[in-house]
């Protein structure tokens, strides 16, 4: 049975599984910033979870099919070199992964602030759809907007 399950997800199924896989927690950030379904599903380790159960999965995959880890610290040495890792499969959806894990946490983090802030749920819409398409982007639009809403410009809170 272990080895069907491992057969049916490769790595082109754990990548459709975690594009479609996410799409409900970003609803539950837009549409239910406030609600306990969303403090439960969204805000919580819940997502970091699944992800991280995907991360290792594609690691113990890797793995096995001797994949060699060694050559990842390569990728600091210059771009080309991270343009190599970026033709393999595995590396591709682990860093995939990173990149989906890291926008949602950013994503629950400004929804949980907005609340705090009393943001307006449409206003929020804009930087967390941004955020879920182009991370950064739409963590400097959600700081811009923040500014105006607690009156202050803080480097941290």
Not at 33 to 56: D, M, Q, R, T
Not at 64 to 80: A, C, E, P, R
Not at 119 to 134: C, E, G, R, V
Request: aromatic share 22%; charged share 10%; hydrophobic share 55%.
């Amino acid at each position: 049975m272990l080895e069907q399950i491992s057969s049916y997800f490769t790595v082109e199924m754990v990548y459709l599984w975690l594009n479609i896989g996410v799409i409900p927690f970003w609803l539950m950030l837009i549409f239910l910033p406030n609600s306990k379904l969303g403090s439960i599903f969204v805000s919580s380790i819940f997502p970091i979870f699944i992800l991280s159960g995907a991360y290792i999965f594609i690691i113990y995959k890797s793995y096995f099919v001797g994949y060699d880890f060694d050559n990842n610290f390569s990728l600091y040495l210059g771009i080309n070199n991270l343009s190599d890792l970026f033709s393999n499969q595995e590396f591709l959806i682990v860093f995939w992964i990173h990149f989906l894990a890291i926008n949602l946490f950013c994503g629950s983090w400004m929804s949980r602030d907005g609340s705090r802030l009393l943001i307006s749920k449409y206003l929020m819409f804009f930087p967390i759809a941004i955020t879920y398409f182009i991370g950064p982007l739409g963590i400097l639009i959600y700081w811009i907007i923040r500014i105006f809403y607690a009156k202050k410009i803080s480097l941290y809170d």
